[in-house]
């Protein structure tokens, strides 16, 4: 299975090594444009800094070519940043989004880079809370259908599910724990 990571900025390399730890026969590939793209049976969108990398997957047609793929029903997964950029709605906000999650996203809602935490978090479809490695992290301040809740983290929404797309506000990638990753391999 060919597994595309965006690799314009961000920790694009913590979710290539997840994605080759997972299992045989997965191969991870980073993703810069339209033809890379194309390339790739399901995608990963990274943390990094959704307004800049928002603005060259504009520049550079790759926005196109994910909305497209989702289209196509292309299994997609956005972390911290990416989630971002899967949101239709960015609260206070007007930048560039992919409009893949019927969400509205408050970037920044825990706090700076100093208030940056690990802390285990209730995921809906697995046996076991995953840790949770928050920086920057945004919430969740608004679901509509078909989006649903697919997990919390003291009362907010942190993580949702719409068909073959998940958006979470954590970065499962800076830990271990492989559970998600695995989760999203079989959508």
């Not at 793929?69 to 709605?89: F, K, N, Q, V, Y």
Request: overall charge negative; aromatic content about 6%.
């Amino acid at each position: 299975m060919q597994v595309g990571v965006v690799a314009i900025q961000g920790d694009f390399q913590k979710h290539i090594d997840a994605l080759q730890s997972c299992r045989e026969g997965i191969v991870a590939k980073e993703v810069r444009t339209p033809e890379d793209l194309a390339q790739v049976e399901r995608l990963i969108l990274p943390g990094g800094e959704s307004t800049t990398v928002g603005l060259l997957m504009q520049r550079y047609g790759l926005g196109d070519a994910i909305k497209k793929a989702a289209d196509e029903d292309m299994p997609i997964w956005g972390t911290c940043m990416g989630m971002i950029l899967m949101a239709s709605r960015v609260s206070g906000r007007a930048q560039y989004t992919l409009d893949l999650l019927n969400i509205e996203v408050t970037r920044n809602a825990f706090g700076a880079q100093v208030h940056s935490f690990e802390d285990a978090v209730e995921v809906t479809g697995l046996d076991q809370p995953v840790l949770g490695v928050f920086i920057r992290a945004p919430i969740v301040s608004q679901v509509e259908a078909p989006a649903e809740i697919f997990a919390q983290y003291m009362g907010k929404v942190v993580g949702v599910r719409q068909g073959k797309r998940l958006g979470t506000s954590f970065h499962p990638e800076l830990t271990d724990d492989l559970q998600l990753h695995e989760y999203f391999l079989k959508l």
